[in-house]
C-alpha cells in the first residue's frame, strides 16, 4: 500500500471523538470539520458531536474507510485495531503508553494484530499529519495555540509530536509555509524510512526536515534518506547525542538511540545535511525553502555597518566560505561608483551614508566573480527604505544566485524583512546566522 | 579626569549641528532636545536651530561645555579641537576619515592636539554614548528607526557603531534595559580598557557586554578585564578572527586585530567570558541581565514536551552541565505527586496533559538537589495558562537559584514570555538558547 490513505485520505474515523476542545479528541474532531472528505466520529455516548453525526463502536461506522485516527487510553487500542479488521487501510494511533512506558508487550501484540489484518500503522504516542495542500489535520492541539502556517513547500517529519509542534511553530514564524507536517511516534509499522520514500516522490515536498531520535534500521533509513536526499534537501536533527539524553529519547519513544557518533559519520558519508541544534535546523530550512544552488564558496559581503560585516566575515570561515577580495580591477571600477569614504575591499561599507541603490550596484557589478551574497542592511539609518526590497529583489532574479540577507528586527526591520521573504530572499536577524543560511545552499 | 564629563555631562556643544533631521546633524540634535543640560548648537548659517540658540562658531560658544561632540569632514576637525582648548572638558569625534581610510598622520595630530590641551577624547569614527539614566544620546541614528531601549541595568561598550546599534536593537527587542552603551571607534584616547575602569565603579551596570576588534594596548585591556570581570559580568565577542576578517577590522577601525588565538587564551587564563557569534551573546546578556549564581552544573529539565528535553539534554553536555538523575527516593516522591504516564527521570516530562501547578511542584519538591532549573513551556495545550508566569515568578523566589525557560514564540507564548521576563526570569524561543542561558550564569 502506498502511503496515499495517511496523506490524502476520502474519509476518516476518529475514535475519541468528544464535544469540547477541553479534550484532545474534541480538538482533533474540530480540526477535522474543515477536512472536505467523509468523517466518521466514534463515541460510545453520543449520536452528534459538534454538528456531525456519531456512532456507538467502530462497527456501526457504515462504511469502510481511507484513515482512522485512534485516540484512547493504551488498554483499549488492541481491541479498537481489531474491530478496524477490514474497515480502514491505515490507523495513526495517537494515544501514549506503549513501548515508552514499558508496555513493549502490548506494542508488539498491536503491531501484529495490524500487520495480519493489512492494516498499516503510523505511531503509536504520536501526533500524526498535517497536510493543508488537503485540509487534513490530525494535530490534537488547538489552533488558537498553535497556529497552522500556510501551505508552502517544507515538509516535517518528527518522531516527537512536541518538537513536531515547535517546528511547525518555527516554519509559521518564518513565513515559510508547510508541505506535510507529519509526527510518527513509536514507529511501530511507518518508520521514517518509509515517509522518506514517499516524499522522494511528493510533488508539494521541497525540502524535508527531519527530527529523530532514534532509529529502528539503521540500514534501510540510510538507503532512503540518500535517495530522498539525491532529489531534494533533507536536513537532519539528530537528538539524544549523549548517555544521558538517550535514557531521555528512550523513556521519550521506547527506541534505543544508538551511537551518535556512528550516525553521524553515516550521513556524513552519504551526504546528507546535518544540523547540529534547533535554530541552525530552522535557519537552514528557512534558505532551503527559498533558494537552492549555491554551485561554490566564493561570497561577497555588502554591508552599512563595518563591525557587521566583520561578524560575518568571521561566520564564513567557520563556516568554510570564501570571502574572496575584489580584484585590483574591479576595485578601481567599484570605487568609481561610490562616494571615496566607501570602504571598497570584501565586505564592502556602503557606510552610515548608504542608499538602497549602493546595494544593487556592488551586486551587479559583481555577479559573476562570486557564487552567493549576503547583503547587512542595518536600517537605522534613512538611506535605507522599504524600496530596497524590490531593488534587491529584481537584481538577484538579474544575478540569479542565491542572496540572503541580515537585517535586525525593529523599526522598518520587520516590514523589510517581510518584504523580502515574500520574494523568496531570507532574511536573517544576526550576520551569523545570515552566514549559516548560505552555506546551507552549498550543493 | 574622570570619564564623568563623557557619561554625565552638565552641558554640551554639537559642532556640525543641522536643522533637518534628513542630516546626521540634525538627527543628533533631535536627541539632544531632550538632554536636561545646556546645549550649544553650532552652526555658521544659523542662530537657531530646532528652536535652539545656535552659535556661529566654537569660540562664540559663551561658556565652557563639558562635553563637545563633532561632526564636521575630517579636514575640519582638528581646528575644531584647537578652537575648544580651554572650552571643553571631553570630546567625542563622530566623524569618519581617520586612520581607517589611511589617514594616520592627520589622525595622529588630532590626537596630539587634544592631549596638550588636557582635552579627552572619544573616537573619531564613533557613534558615541548613550545613558538614558542621564538623559544623553548622541547617537546619530534616528529613534524612529532606531527605538531607544529602556533603563536597565546592561551596558554596551563597542568599537563599532553599527555592531552597537544591533546590540541596543537586541537588548530592546529582549526588554533587558540599558545602563549606558557607548560606540568609541578608532579608540586613540578613551579606549576599552579605560571604559572598563569606569564601568567597574558605576552602580548602574550591572553587566557589561563588549564588541572588540582590536585592542591597543594588551596588557591595559587584560588587567582591565579582569578587574571588572571581578566586580560584575564581562562577556567580550570578539570579531576579526581570521587572516581576512582582520583586514575588515583593519579598514573599519584602523587599528590591527592581532592573533585571536593569543586574544582567546588570555581571556580563558583570567576567567573572563567570551561569547562565539552575535547570537549567542544577547542570549548570555538577557541571562546575566536578570539572574545570577549558578553555583554549581546540576540542572533539572522540567518539560512539557519529550523531545524538546532531549534536545535540552544534548546542549547541556555540549556546554558541560549535568542533568543528574533522580535519586530513588525522590523519584517514588515525585511519583506520587503526579499521574503514571508522567516520566519521571531528568528530564521530567509532563506530557501534554501538564497544568501549570506540575512546574511548581516538580521544582520546588527538588529544589535541594539541583543548582540550576530549565523549565520547557510548549504553551499548544490548553494546561498552560498566563498564570503559569506567576507561578514560576513565585516558585523561584522561593527556590532562589537561577531559572531560565524555553517558550516558543506565537500563541500565548509572547504574552507568557513578558509575563517571566517582567519577573526577571529569561526565556528563550528554543531548548538549546535556554541552556545556554543558563550556562552563562555560571560562576
Chains 1, 2 share one sequence.
Do not use: W
Request: proline share 5%; net charge positive.
Amino acid at each position: 500500500m502506498s502511503l496515499g490513505p495517511l496523506f490524502r485520505p476520502k474519509s476518516i474515523a476518529l475514535v475519541g471523538a468528544a464535544h469540547t476542545e477541553s479534550k484532545l479528541g474534541g480538538v482533533v474532531l474540530k480540526n477535522l470539520l474543515a477536512f472536505r472528505g467523509k468523517v466518521y466520529p466514534v463515541n460510545p455516548k453520543y449520536d452528534e458531536l459538534m454538528g456531525v453525526r456519531t456512532y456507538r463502536g467502530v462497527k456501526d461506522i457504515p462504511d469502510p474507510v481511507d484513515l482512522a485516527l485512534i485516540l484512547r487510553p493504551a488498554n483499549e487500542v488492541l481491541q479498537d485495531v481489531k474491530d478496524f479488521s477490514g474497515r480502514a487501510q491505515c490507523i495513526i494511533i495517537m494515544s501514549s503508553g506503549f513501548a515508552e512506558i514499558g508496555e513493549a508487550a502490548l506494542q508488539e501484540e498491536v503491531k501484529r494484530t495490524a500487520a495480519e489484518r493489512g492494516i498499516r500503522l503510523l505511531g503509536p504516542n504520536c501526533m500524526g499529519v498535517y497536510n493543508p495542500h488537503h485540509r487534513l489535520d490530525t494535530l490534537f492541539l488547538p489552533r488558537e495555540r498553535l497556529p497552522r502556517p500556510k501551505k508552502g513547500n517544507v515538509t516535517l517529519v518528527s518522531q516527537s509530536g512536541a518538537v513536531l509542534s515547535c517546528l511547525l511553530n518555527a516554519v509559521d514564524e518564518a513565513g515559510t509555509g508547510i508541505a506535510k507536517a507529519i509526527g510518527y511516534g513509536n514507529a511501530i509499522d511507518i518508520d521514517e524510512a518509509e515517509l522518506f520514500d514517499y516524499l522522494a516522490g511528493d510533488r508539494q515536498t521541497g525540502v524535508v526536515v527531519s527530527y529523530i531520535e532514534s532509529v529502528g534500521d539503521g540500514r534501510k533509513f540510510v538507503i532512503a534518506a540518500r535517495r530522498l536526499a539525491d532529489r531534494k534537501p533533507l536536513i537532519v536533527l539528530k537528538a539524544g547525542k549523549g548517555t544521558s539524553s538517550q535514557a531521555a529519547a528512550y523513556s521519550h519513544t521506547g527506541r534505543l538511540a544508538g551511537s551518535y557518533e556512528v550516525f553521524r559519520s553515516i550521513l556524513r558519508q552519504f551526504g546528507i545535511r546535518e544540523a547540529e541544534d534547533f535554530d541552525v535546523l530552522m535557519d537552514a530550512t528557512k534558505s532551503l525553502a527559498y533558494q537552492k544552488g549555491l554551485r561554490g564558496k566564493r561570497v561577497l559581503v555588502v554591508t552599512n555597518g563595518g563591525g557587521s560585516g566583520v561578524l560575518a566575515v568571521d561566520e564564513c570561515l567557520r563556516q568554510g566560505l570564501e570571502v574572496v577580495p575584489l580584484s585590483g580591477e574591479k576595485k578601481e571600477r567599484m570605487k568609481s561608483h561610490f562616494p571615496n569614504f566607501f570602504s571598497v575591499n570584501n565586505p564592502i561599507d556602503l557606510t552610515a551614508q548608504v542608499i538602497d541603490q549602493d546595494y544593487v550596484t556592488a551586486m551587479c557589478e559583481l555577479s559573476d566573480e562570486y557564487d552567493g551574497f549576503l547583503v547587512i542592511a542595518l536600517p537605522n539609518v534613512l538611506g535605507i527604505t522599504e524600496g530596497l526590497a524590490g531593488l534587491l529583489a529584481d537584481c538577484r532574479r538579474r544575478v540569479n544566485k542565491p542572496l540572503v540577507c541580515n537585517i535586525p528586527p525593529g523599526g522598518i526591520g520587520n516590514k523589510l524583512t517581510r518584504l523580502l521573504e515574500r520574494q523568496k530572499i531570507p532574511v536573517y536577524p544576526s550576520p551569523e546566522r545570515a552566514v549559516r543560511g548560505l552555506k546551507a545552499l552549498l550543493e
